[in-house]
């Protein structure tokens, strides 16, 4: 399989030709531990899309540090009428 999604831009692969679990079906979360530019550090709303979710992982727990952003979100700043 090859990863690919709108992580800065529509065509941006992430992993390409990886051996994925056949049950692994659309909508199904995967999880980078780093994505380059595309990190929570780097992140922008440029392209109009909300950033996800940062979690951490420990002993087989999640624990959710920054929740994923809405669309509402990113229209909050707007006051234009």
């Given at each position: ?6 992580h ?53 727990e ?20």
């Open positions: 399989m090859t990863v690919v999604g709108r800065c831009e529509s065509g941006d692969v992430l992993a390409a030709d990886v051996c994925l679990p056949a049950d692994t079906r659309l909508g199904d979360l995967l999880a980078f531990p780093a994505a380059g530019a595309y990190q929570v550090s780097m992140s922008s709303d440029d392209n109009a899309v909300p950033r996800p979710p940062v979690v951490a992982v420990r002993g087989g999640v624990r959710l540090l920054v929740r994923r952003e809405t669309v509402e979100d990113l229209g909050r700043r707007n006051v234009g009428r």
